[in-house]
Nanobody, 129 residues
Framework: QVQLVESGGGLVQAGGSLRLSCAAS????????VGWFRQAPGTEREFVAT??????????SDSVKGQGRFGISRDNAKNTVYLQMNSLKSEDTALYCC????????????????????WGQGTQVTVSS
């Protein structure tokens, strides 16, 4: 089993930055695809970004990829995936969760919640305007 623990969330002013971490334990995730999703109250879980096993491929939602606002990266030696968030907006306020999948699915599937087998509990990000 894989356990995922997110950290790095908090309260930040609009225009600020945060870096979220997704630390895996129980098993190495060096050959897993890992994604980030977010969910604001009263809304469905929304895809944010995903990264393949070696970091060669990344994919972002349209809402975060403009002007390089968000960046996903990984350090397989530390069994950790990161989400760097810049130029934060109030609409980025949400619970951010990471998820992992060990299969080899079509790349476009990884924007879907159902593509991931393991999920963390999430870390809250609140952006004040």
């Amino acid at each position: 089993q894989v356990q995922l623990v997110e950290s790095g969330g908090g309260l930040v002013q609009a225009g600020g930055s945060l870096r979220l971490s997704c630390a895996a334990s129980g098993r190495t995730v060096s050959n897993y695809t890992v994604g980030w999703f977010r969910q604001a109250p009263g809304t469905e879980r929304e895809f944010v970004a995903t990264i393949n096993w070696n970091g060669a491929y990344t994919y972002y939602s349209d809402s975060v990829k403009g002007q390089g606002r968000f960046g996903i990266s990984r350090d397989n030696a530390k069994n950790t995936v990161y989400l760097q968030m810049n130029s934060l907006k109030s609409e980025d306020t949400a619970l951010y969760c990471c998820a992992a999948d060990q299969n080899r699915r079509p790349w476009s599937d990884y924007r879907k919640v159902g593509a991931y087998n393991f999920w963390g509990q999430g870390t809250q990000v609140t952006v004040s305007s």
